[in-house]
């Protein structure tokens, strides 16, 4: 999150970390710790459920860090790329970043939800803007993931301000959602009993749909 010119963008609080934990540590130990983490979720899938795995590649020291290293063990079947509207780039040395991915790592029978496959592996949404949190995922994202599978659980070990389970509850399903940051686990209880979420939720599925 740092600029060309070696100074921060002062727009990101992300530049600011998270609340509670500081997930700067050297890179083999982050890719053993995301493995485990992986390793954990896939354990506990059901036969026919499916990790959706989002982690931005990255530009490190010039070179392209795309994210072989933690998932290359897994059965990954597809790559979602999210399309974002904007991206952080000050370097003249590589196009500006527009997507992130997201891997699809499904358990052998998964299956989409009827007629959802139409929807392509390009999605374009937005930034979330109206959240306390640094890296909040858009709502619409998270909902066409949900709504494309038939899980009845869903889980997110790093739900921040709870975006996966408000989606989860406006699509009835259930959730189980894990944050290290009690601050998090706050809004994010604060924000599963607000009301208003069925309508924001719903408001976006219209959009969707138009
Ligand atoms: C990218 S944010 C998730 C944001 C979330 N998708 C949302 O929509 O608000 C990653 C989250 O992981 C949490 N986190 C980092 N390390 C963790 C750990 N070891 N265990 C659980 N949560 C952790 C951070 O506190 C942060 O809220």
Known sequence: MKDARGGKW????????????DDDMP?????????ECLNEMYRVLKNDGAIFYNHKWRVQNGLLQDRQDIVGHLPVRQIIIWRRKG??????GYFLPTYEVIYLIPKPEFKLAPKTNAYGDVWEFGQEMKNEHPAPFPVALIDRIISSTTGEIVLDPFMGSGTT????????????????????????????NRDRTQSELTNIKQKTLL
């Open 87 to 92: 991206g952080i780039n000050f370097n003249p």
């Open 10 to 21: 002062k727009n990101a609080a992300l530049v600011n970390g998270y609340s509670h934990y």
């Open 165 to 192: 389970a408000v989606v989860a509850l406006a699509n009835d399903r259930k959730y189980i959602g894990i944050d290290i940051s009690p601050d998090y686990c706050e809004l994010a209880e604060k924000r599963i």
């Open 27 to 35: 890179h083999n130990e982050y890719v053993e710790w995301q493995k």
